[in-house]
């Protein structure tokens, strides 16, 4: 079974960093492209950046320059680098894979994140 572990969030002053992860199980974590999203009540789920199975990255304009997507293959994890946080960044981030068989087809918790002073 698909499983997809957030964690990392928590509350950041604007300007602030947080490094997000998320652990990979149940399929075969190398073969995937994976991508980071992020959730506000009452506005669409939100791509913000997508690696791929050898390392290319693409991300979304409201995020490019500030955040970077990792993956270690080893350990089944992608991560989420975020730099210069800004309020508008706080939302519930999620991951899940991008292509392929699995793609939206398990969504886990999603780890929150809070930019405020």
């Known amino acids: 079974q698909v499983q997809l572990v957030e964690s990392g969030g928590g509350l950041v002053q604007p300007g602030g960093s947080l490094r997000l992860s998320c652990a990979a199980s149940?399929?075969?974590?190398?073969?995937?492209?994976m991508s980071w999203y992020r959730q506000t009540p009452g506005k669409q789920r939100e791509l913000v950046a997508t690696?791929?199975?050898?390392?290319?990255?693409t991300y979304a304009d409201f995020v490019k320059g500030r955040f970077t997507i990792s993956r270690d293959n080893a350990e089944n994890t992608v991560y989420l680098q975020m730099n210069s946080l800004k309020p508008e960044d706080t939302a519930v981030y999620y991951c899940?894979?991008?292509?392929?068989?699995?793609?939206?087809?398990?969504w886990g918790q999603g780890t929150q994140v809070t930019v405020s002073s």
């Open positions: 899940n894979v991008a292509t392929g068989d699995y793609r939206g087809l398990y």
């Open positions: 149940g399929f075969t974590f190398s073969n995937y492209a």
């Open positions: 690696i791929n199975w050898r390392g290319s990255t």
